[in-house]
């Protein structure tokens, strides 16, 4: 349905996204995640022909995006980071403009606003002047106008940022149930919005890909290893390195001054008890140990290396 092909947009000197190469089938909800930066919104303005790549091409239900403009926005509900609302209008005056600039057949134009109205729950609002709407609701007045002309796609990016999270709990459950009859694909630097909501994630950063799978595989990828905790009252650089040493032992990490190690491990039955060992034999004074599998959030935070960025909702 969406084929994205060596895409790649400079901004002057400055490289946005590298070479991106992904595909999206009908029906598919694929979570487009990557820290703030990354190069979202410049891929999503691309795929919706709102911009022009560097590098690359984008075909949309076999039409390139650039050649065929047309037929491709046809297809294509956009919800833009930014959404682009009128707040001196009305929401259904709005919702009828967007429908013409869309090209809806005139004869269309009342049924088309009122479904989209109704998916997206607003009919008690459709008389209000935008700029009088809460931010839920103008963000729902954002969706609307994505599916007024009835798109078989919807690109959503970062649908839910500055909600409170009533509303952001209302646009994941309204999500849900767009996903029953639309391919989309929503970007975000939120987790847990691809976690409620898509079934395959690619994940982003600095412009290029770092993992892509469905969230199932990412998540039983990471659960084969462990990560150890180890508290230790005399850490130095040689107990580090014969921890380092030990059959299977992928990393050790000395996370602050206090002696706290992290030792991500394969699977491996023995390690705990062989790394006991050890560290007792060592005689450096083991505080504390403990084990935990890897989460989806460990998987991020390892493929993009930028802790700060990531908002934990
Ligand atoms: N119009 C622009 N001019 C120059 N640089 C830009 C522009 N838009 C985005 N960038 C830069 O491109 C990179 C990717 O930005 P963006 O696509 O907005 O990322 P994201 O949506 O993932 O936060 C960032 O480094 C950003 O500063
Ligand atoms: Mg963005």
Redesign the pocket.
């Known amino acids: 349905m969406i084929e994205v092909t060596n895409l790649t947009k400079r901004?002057?000197p400055?490289l946005?996204?590298d070479g991106l190469n992904f595909t999206v089938a009908k029906g598919e909800v694929v979570g487009f995640l990557?820290?703030?930066?990354?190069?979202?919104?410049?891929?999503m303005k691309i795929i919706t022909g709102y911009m022009a790549p560097s590098d690359g091409s984008v075909k949309v239900a076999g039409f390139d995006v650039f050649e065929n403009p047309v037929e491709v926005k046809q297809r294509i509900g956009y919800l833009p980071?930014v959404p682009p609302v009128y707040t001196d209008m009305y929401v259904n005056e709005y919702l009828t403009f967007v429908a013409k600039l869309k090209g809806v057949p005139s004869e269309k134009i009342a049924s088309m606003v009122d479904s989209s109205l109704q998916k997206t729950n607003l009919q008690e609002v459709h008389k209000r002047l935008i700029k009088n709407l809460s931010k839920g609701f103008r963000q729902r007045v954002g969706i609307a106008q994505a599916l007024v002309s009835d798109p078989e796609i919807l690109i959503l990016?970062e649908p839910t940022v500055g909600l409170d999270p009533k509303q952001v709990a209302e646009i994941r459950h309204l999500i849900q149930e767009l996903r029953k009859s639309h391919t989309i694909i929503l970007?975000t630097?939120i987790l847990p919005e691809v976690q409620a909501s898509c079934e395959r994630i690619i994940i982003?950063n600095r412009?290029r890909i770092v993992a892509e799978d469905s969230l199932e595989g990412l998540s039983r990828k990471m659960s084969r290893g462990q990560r150890i905790f180890l508290k230790i009252r005399r850490n130095s650089k040689e107990l580090v390195d014969s921890i380092a040493s030990l059959d299977g032992v992928r990393k050790v990490e000395s996370v602050d001054g206090n002696g706290v190690l992290h030792v991500d491990t394969d699977e491996t039955e023995d390690l705990l008890e062989r790394l006991s060992d050890h560290v007792v034999k060592k005689g450096v004074g083991l505080l504390e140990m403990r084990s935990s599998t890897f989460n989806l959030e460990d998987i991020f935070l390892k493929l993009t290396g930028s802790e700060s960025h990531i908002a934990k909702h």
Not at 34 to 43: I, R, S
């Open positions: 901004y002057g400055h946005a996204i990557g820290p703030n930066g990354a190069g979202k919104t410049t891929t980071e990016d970007s630097h982003i412009g």
